[in-house]
């Protein structure tokens, strides 16, 4: 059974940083790509970065480009998402995902696994 936990969220004033982290489970971390989405009060939940199965490639949704950083370390079965100069705007729940393949994807339907989520409060 796959599982995802999220941790790291938190409340930060802007301008300040956050490093999420996301421990999978349940079957071989390194063969499958994973991503990070976020879902703001109203709104629907948005692509913010992804990784493939190896961490060789990485892709951002341009909201965070050149803020966030996703990396992964698949000894220790957990993805990362740095989060610098947070914005009042990065304020959502978190979530991180799972593929059944290595190659990322910017599109949430393409995952199979998802974790609860963690909350990231920007305070102005």
């Known amino acids: 059974q796959v599982q995802l936990v999220e941790s790291g969220g938190g409340l930060v004033q802007a301008g300040g940083s956050l490093r999420l982290s996301c421990a999978g489970s349940g079957r071989t971390f390194s063969r499958y790509a994973m991503g990070w989405f976020r879902q703001a009060p109203g709104k629907e939940r948005e692509f913010v970065a992804t990784i493939s199965g190896s961490g060789g490639s990485t892709a951002y949704a341009d909201s965070v480009k050149g803020r966030f950083t996703i990396s992964r370390d698949n000894a220790k079965n957990t993805v990362y998402l740095q989060m610098s100069s947070l914005k009042p705007e990065d304020t959502a729940v978190y979530y991180c995902?799972?593929?059944?393949?290595?190659?990322?994807?910017?599109?949430?339907?393409?995952?199979?696994?998802w974790g609860q989520g963690t909350q990231v409060t920007v305070s102005s």
């Open positions: 995902a799972q593929r059944s393949t290595s190659f990322y994807s910017l599109v949430a339907r393409d995952y199979d696994y």
